[in-house]
Structure formats: structure tokens, C-alpha cells
């Protein structure tokens, strides 16, 4: 994906919180299997010190879904949602076809890991130190 595609600043927010957080489960239909254990030997090759990897459930759904595996209160953990249909405004929305969705997060994954994050200082991206508000990203992506 280049840097100047209107989704790369999500996919690349999205990567961020699937290589820095680790409570986190993804759900993908099973053709992506591999790719997803691609993605976690690399983790475990550039960040020695991670213990605890992303979870996986195989379904088929139109979307594919990353969230947080240690909630509380109501929130229903959603993260990341790569699909066609828009998810609550407080979830980075990679608006594509699954797989391209996929394909693109998984690039992001690996360019971030090679650069050193999140271990790196400034290695994210620009703006990765600012709080991400997608809110905020939608609405200027609409304008455009």
C-alpha cells in the first residue's frame, strides 16, 4: 500500500495496535492461516520479550475482526474491523474487500516490524506518538 492511499493512515494505526498490544484476538477465515502464523513467528523473531501472542478463531464472516481479549464494563473489545459495512466510530475501520484489507495490514505488520517497532522511537509512522482518533480520520476521509 503507498503512503498516499486515503486508508493508509488506518492500516497502519491498525498494525501499530495489533504489534503493541497483546491481548488481542483475530478472527479470519482459515485460507488466512498461514499469513496469520507468518505474522506471529515474525513477532516472536523482532520482539523477543512478547510472551503473549494474538489469539485466532477461524470463522467465515464478510469482515474479518481483531479485538481486545482483556475487557471490562460493557465494551465489547472490537479493535479493528477490515469490511464493507462501518463499525462503531471508536473502531479503526480498514474499509475493503477482507483479503485486500488483510493483505495491506499484513504488509503494514511486517514494514513496522522491520523498522525496529515498537521498540524504535519515531520508527511508527507520522503521527504514530498522537492518540489515533478515528472519528476524526473518517470525517477528513469523507471530505476527500
Given at each position: 500500500?503507498?503512503?498516499?492511499?486515503?486508508?493508509?493512515?488506518?492500516?497502519?494505526?491498525?498494525?501499530?495496535?495489533i504489534?503493541?498490544?497483546?491481548?488481542?484476538?483475530?478472527?479470519?477465515p482459515?485460507?488466512?492461516?498461514?499469513?496469520?502464523?507468518?505474522?506471529?513467528d515474525?513477532i516472536?523473531q523482532?520482539?523477543?520479550?512478547?510472551?503473549?501472542?494474538?489469539?485466532?478463531?477461524?470463522?467465515?464472516?464478510?469482515?474479518?475482526?481483531?479485538?481486545?481479549?482483556?475487557?471490562?464494563?460493557?465494551?465489547?473489545?472490537?479493535?479493528?474491523v477490515?469490511?464493507?459495512?462501518?463499525?462503531?466510530?471508536?473502531?479503526?475501520?480498514?474499509?475493503?474487500?477482507?483479503?485486500q484489507?488483510?493483505?495491506?495490514?499484513?504488509?503494514?505488520?511486517?514494514?513496522?516490524?522491520?523498522?525496529?517497532?515498537?521498540?524504535?522511537?519515531?520508527?511508527?509512522?507520522?503521527?504514530?506518538?498522537?492518540?489515533w482518533?478515528?472519528?476524526?480520520?473518517?470525517?477528513?476521509?469523507?471530505?476527500?
Open positions: 500500500m503507498r503512503m498516499d492511499d486515503p486508508l493508509w493512515p488506518v492500516v497502519r494505526e491498525s498494525a501499530r495496535r504489534l503493541r498490544l497483546e491481548h488481542i484476538s483475530i478472527k479470519i482459515v485460507e488466512l492461516s498461514s499469513e496469520f502464523k507468518a505474522l506471529c515474525e516472536s523482532n520482539i523477543p520479550s512478547r510472551l503473549i501472542f494474538p489469539k485466532v478463531e477461524y470463522v467465515e464472516l464478510d469482515h474479518i475482526e481483531i479485538r481486545r481479549t482483556d475487557i471490562e464494563n460493557n465494551d465489547d473489545g472490537k479493535l479493528i477490515i469490511g464493507k459495512e462501518e463499525p462503531a466510530r471508536d473502531v479503526c475501520w480498514i474499509e475493503s474487500d477482507k483479503i484489507g488483510w493483505n495491506w495490514l499484513m504488509e503494514s505488520c511486517h514494514d513496522l516490524l522491520s523498522a525496529g517497532y515498537p521498540g524504535c522511537i519515531g520508527c511508527g509512522g507520522p503521527n504514530s506518538e498522537a492518540e482518533n478515528e472519528d476524526e480520520f473518517r470525517t477528513k476521509r469523507k471530505l476527500m
